[in-house]
């Protein structure tokens, strides 16, 4: 079954304390992304990655890092998370192609730093 | 930069009171116009790809239309189960990149029966 599969799906951990989120996909996409959804604000970009060793900033990466070693996988860190990252992450990831193909989204990653 | 607002915030039907969803943009260079349901702590589905004005798209009880302005997505005889936010993204070669998706604040509609 094609699919892009985020863990954890639940994490509650202490400001400061690094956490990985991993996010994986098997349908050889080219295209990955990371965006956070708060209420009110709506789905806001963190980073993008273009291809294997090929990522870029989106709208709102601060706090982030990432990283694409392998096509299939994209992981997000938070080298120091903080309250105000406190929120329901997505990943998704949509093949290259002509560049406009539909992206397909992760169940999500629901983080709560206290 | 590229921009998207959808309208209104939050839609209340009764079973079977078909009626639209708008989506507003604007964006350097169309490459893509998506539609998305999501449920509630759940990843948004993809539901239409427009890229054309004119072009329409159906499924079911849903049928998307684009301008070039503007989106309509639009529900016949809805039934509870569609009760959902539904997402638009803007795909656009704004500023260089054609990686990046726009989207709405979302509508959130509630079918009642």
């Known amino acids: 079954e094609a699919q892009v599969t985020q863990n954890p799906r639940y994490l509650i951990t202490v400001t400061g304390k690094k956490l990985t989120v991993t996010c994986s996909q098997n349908m050889n996409h080219e295209y990955m992304s990371w965006y956070r959804q708060d209420p009110g604000l709506g789905l806001r970009q963190i980073y993008y990655s273009m291809n294997v060793e090929v990522t870029d900033k989106g709208d709102v990466p601060e706090g982030y890092k990432v990283s694409r070693k392998e096509k299939r996988n994209f992981p997000l860190i938070l080298e120091s998370p903080s309250p105000n990252q406190t929120s329901l992450y997505f990943c998704?990831?949509?093949?290259?192609?002509?560049?406009?193909?539909?992206?397909?989204f992760g169940q999500g990653t629901r983080l709560t730093v206290v | 930069e590229d921009q998207v607002t959808q309208s209104p915030e939050a839609l209340r039907l009764q079973e079977g009171e078909s009626s639209s969803l708008n989506c507003s943009y604007t964006v350097s260079g169309l490459r893509g116009l998506f539609w998305y349901r999501q449920d509630p702590g759940k990843g948004p589905e993809f539901l239409f790809t427009l890229y054309s004005a004119g072009e329409e798209k159906e499924k079911e009880r849903l049928k998307a239309t684009l301008t070039k302005k503007e989106s309509f997505l639009h529900i016949t005889a809805p039934k509870p189960e569609d009760s959902a936010t539904y997402l638009c993204a803007v795909l656009g070669g704004s500023g260089g990149s054609n990686y990046k998706l726009t989207f709405g604040k979302g509508t959130l509609l509630t079918v009642n029966p």
């Open positions: 998704a990831s949509r093949w290259g192609g002509n560049g406009n193909t539909e992206a397909f």
